[in-house]
Every structure is written in structure tokens, then in C-alpha cells.
């Protein structure tokens, strides 16, 4: 019997999931619309930009709205649960709440792995490739173009300014290198080069000035190569306007390790990277959100009404846990789990209470 009411639970449960999400992409499908169309217009470009913009972007959407939909389903499950004695009845045949509540939980967590999934996936990928189509065709920005101005770096015993580089092209000019001797704390070396090219994990230096300050002695070359493994483009993937929700858990991961070795300041990359996992298991949130809610209220039009307020006051909290974690107020990690950890504590707190 209880295989089968889980079977019940969950058809019925992904048929109200379907229906609040596709009403939920239409209202954000709409108002995106007609917020950029003026954009779409003055850029001139065509009908098929504009629909593969849309349909890039809809993995996107459905990750960012997946949440509320979860939560405003389940509320309604309940809802209607109780306005047909459903619940009385599971009662009556001695099938407690608690076998509701381990069975949503379960449900929720899975749901929670593909939402991870799914966003890191298929979601980055619309994320990357909308915000391209933006930037170059509708705001005419070509990020393979993009240069860096004075950008400072460290790889192993190397300290490197770049007067201007071109990241995405592997290319820049007016470089400085420094090389420490770490042990004894004192400069070995300072190399000058006008340009330089990136070559298969080398740096080619082009018209050398070499000096050794120990010697006093300066030395010129045509031609130097040096091993430095920086690679250029995790630098233009912090500066070309690319939201960091662009790149996946994986990227970055190793972006924020890459850029770790240089001495950079990494905390707006951890704070996403936090937030991605924190957005993910959101759903479990909202799961112990709508099972609290259900515990005192029964009238299915206040029940939607108080999951629409709750929805407004996580995604408010979540923003500001991350907005207090990317200026340093707060560590990463608290930040980006912030809502979720408030949500957690009073939701578990209102269905222990009832017990």
C-alpha cells in the first residue's frame, strides 16, 4: 500500500510541477520580452537571433524558476490533499505524517541532484551561450577582442605585469617579470620584453631587456622563452562581463585554484561556486518550507499566497548572503548558504513543534 501512495504522490506531484512551471517560463518568457525588445530592435537584428536566444536561454530559466515551482506544487499537493480528506484518510488506515514527510524529503533531495545537474549542465551552457549572442550581436562587443590594462599575476617564482594583453588571443606587450628567489627573499632577475606570445605553456618574449641586480649588469635579447603556466583566459573570464554563473562547478573550481597561485582575490568565484550547490539544494528548503506551512494552514488560497511571500523572502535573503559575502562581510560559504540554513532552521523548527 505504501508503495502505491508513493507511486500516487509523485504522478501527482510532477503533474502539478508541469503545470506551474510552464505557467511560470510563460509570465518569465513575456516579461523578459518585452523588457530587451527594444534592445532586439535598435540592434536590427533578425527573428531567428531573437528565437535562438529564447531557446538557448529556456534551460536557464527553468533552473532559476525551478524552486518556487517546486514549492507552489507541493503546496498545492497538500492543499488539495486536505480539501479531499486525503490526508484523513491516510490516517485512518494508520499511515502517519511522518511517512508523508520521509517520502517528499527523499523525493525532494533527488530532485535537488538534477536541478545541480541540470543547471551545471545544460543551464551553463544556455547561460554562456545567450550572454555571447547578447554582447556580440545585440550590444556589438566582441570579447575575443578584449584586452586586460595593467594586470599583475603570480606563477611560481615568477611576479608578471602586463602593460596590455589580449587574454583570448594569447598575446600582449610592455611585460615585466620579475624572478624571486623565495628562500633568500631577494630578486634574481627582472626581465623587460615589448610583447610577448603564449605558445604551448611557454612565454616567448620578443625584444629582451635582461637585468640582474645583484651584478648591475643589463644584457639584451631578440628572443626569450619561459615556462609559465598562468593561462591568460581565467583572467578574461573575471573581466569580460561574463556573469561567473557562466562557468561550471568544475570551472570553477579550477579557475579559483589557478588563480589562487597568482595571489588574486578569489572570493566572488567562491561565493558563486557556493551558491551554485546552496541554489541547488534550495528545493529541500522549499520542501521543509511547504510541509511546515501545511501544518497550520489548510485553505489552499492563503497556502499559494504564503508560499509567493516565503519565495520573495528567501530569493531576498539569498541575494543579500551573497551580495554580504562578495564585499568581504561575510565568508563564502555563510553567504551563499545564508537563506537556506534561516529557511532549514525555522521550517524544521515548525514541523518538530507540531510533534
Known sequence: MVKTLH????????????????????????????????????????????LKYYILKLPLIISQILPAVFLLALLLQLALMHRNREILALEACSISLKELLVFFLAYALIVCFFQLFFAEGVGVKGLRSTSLIWKEQVRKKQIAKRSLNDLWFKDGAYFIHAGKSWPAQGRGEHVKIYEVDLEANK??????????????????????????????????KERLQLAIKADMKAFLATSTGLPPESLSLWELKALINKLKQSGSNVEVLQTTLYSKWSYAFSILVMTILALALSTFIKNIYLLILSGLVITFFYYALFVLGISLAQKGILPPFAGAWLGNILFIFLGSLKIVWRK
Open 187 to 220: 630578486i634574481k632577475s627582472i626581465i623587460k620584453a615589448k610583447t610577448f606570445t603564449v605558445q604551448n605553456g611557454q612565454w616567448v618574449l620578443e625584444d629582451v631587456e635582461l637585468i640582474k641586480p645583484e651584478t648591475f649588469t643589463r644584457a639584451k
Open 7 to 50: 507511486k500516487y504522490l509523485f504522478r501527482q506531484n510532477i503533474y502539478y510541477n508541469f503545470v506551474i512551471l510552464f505557467s511560470g517560463i510563460s509570465i518569465y518568457l513575456l516579461i523578459d520580452v518585452l523588457d530587451r525588445i527594444d534592445d532586439f530592435i535598435d540592434a536590427k537584428v533578425g527573428f531567428g537571433v531573437v
